[in-house]
């Protein structure tokens, strides 16, 4: 009797065992190859009488069509481990640091200037612009400063050519907006924007620099207005305590013009490097809008009054801020400006 069930079985259970595709292969060869074991039992068939041999045929060949699927299966089982056992292996650690960027920050120029206008936006105030190359025109003429007179000299100039220059002050935003109104009051609005002046560079002085410019025409617009306007601006950008103090002084465009001091943030009034020893600091010129500028804008001066100022972005930072150059705003010393990240 041909043993068929213990070469199944033995070949079953090493199949089972099998630790990988290539000991399978080598079961597969062992067993089903034409040299292998089950090609050795019909080997055998020869020996047996013939009424056996179908019987037995057929029992060889199930034999082999169950271990070619046992090998089959077995072979996927194992190419299955291989596969999660390499997809194991070749994870991505996601825990791994990603690389942080390191952020920019806004620039003190650029937050001082969203400081006046958060302020003035909050009182219901316009914003405007107007181009950087001007006209002589609206630069000084419509400003109430003729071509020949002195005031010139208070801003040396940029020219392009005779009647085009570089604005030397935001106060031809001023006169631009004016003439805009068509006489339609009233009118409040901040202009900020950059100037420039042919100035030598130095640590209070720089060729080109930034202002904001404030204009509030209307009825019954008084000094005592531009005084609580100006008081809310400093209380506003440098807490609540400085007192503010008007000195005259002379602009063409104002009448009666104003310089505005601000009680000094650093000793609070009391003297010290900061305000020189005198407890204020200048910080910007004002006054009511000169009834001749109301005149050319088609404004009647008899019916509206109206004051204006101008503030210079670079001073009231460098004050905030406590920087001492103003060259350090402009040259973009990157350890500079990463100072300034508290304050976004
Ligand atoms: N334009 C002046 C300057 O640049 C500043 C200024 C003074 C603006 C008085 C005004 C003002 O609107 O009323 O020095």
Known sequence: MI???????EALTLIKEAKDVKSLEELRLAYLSKKGKVQELMAKMRELPKEEKPA?????????NELTTALKAKEEELKGDLLKESLKKEKIDISLDAYTPSYGTLHPLTLMSQAIEDCFIGLGYQVAEGPEVELDYYNFEKANIPKVHPARDMQYTFYIDPSTLLRTHTTAIQMRVLEKAHGKMPIKLICPGKVYRRDNDDATHSHQFMQVEGLVVGEGITLADLKGTLQFM??????????????????????????????????????????????????????????????????????????????????LAMLKYGIKDIRDLYTNDIRFLKAFKHFD
């Not at 043993?3 to 079985?9: A, F, P, R, T, W």
């Not at 037995?56 to 082999?64: C, D, P, S």
């Not at 013009?257 to 601000?262: A, G, L, N, Q, Y």
């Not at 650093?266 to 910007?284: A, D, H, N, Q, R």
């Open 234 to 315: 400093v209380d506003s950008l440098f807490g609540k305590g400085r007192a503010i103090r008007f000195r005259p002084s002379y602009f063409p465009f104002t009448e009666p013009s104003v310089e505005v001091d601000m009680s000094c943030h650093v000793c609070g009034g009391k003297g010290c490097s900061t305000c020189k020893g005198t407890g204020w600091i200048e910080i910007l010129g004002s006054g009511m809008v000169h009834p001749n500028v109301l005149k050319m804008a088609g404004i009647d001066p008899q019916k509206y009054t109206g004051f204006a100022f101008g503030v210079g972005i670079e001073r």
């Open 3 to 9: 043993d068929i069930s213990s070469l199944e079985k």
């Open 56 to 64: 037995f045929g057929q029992k060889v060949n199930e034999l082999k």
